[in-house]
């Protein structure tokens, strides 16, 4: 049988509206994380603003985009 999937996401390209179109009302909210993919096989992602992001607590293998949105600096945080 022939395998004809596709990669449905590109990890280069991260545009936190595709996943959360309500992404610049979330002022307030910690918890701003999504998984995407099949089980044991997804990609974790974050978004933090910069200034509460701490790059010392990032899993080794993550990673990092930092992009701004509205005027909002924020990382984007992926592993």
């Given at each position: 049988m022939q395998?004809?999937?596709e990669t449905l996401v590109n990890t280069e390209v991260i545009n936190p509206f595709v996943f959360c179109p309500?992404?610049?009302n979330l002022k307030?909210?910690?918890?701003n994380s999504i998984?995407?993919?099949?089980p044991g096989k997804g990609t974790k992602v974050h978004f933090f603003e910069e200034s509460k992001?701490?790059?010392e607590l990032a899993p080794k293998e993550a990673n990092l985009k930092r992009i701004q949105i509205n005027g909002n600096n924020i990382v984007v945080m992926s592993y």
């Open positions: 395998n004809n999937q309500n992404f610049p307030g909210t910690e918890n998984f995407i993919g099949r992001f701490k790059p």
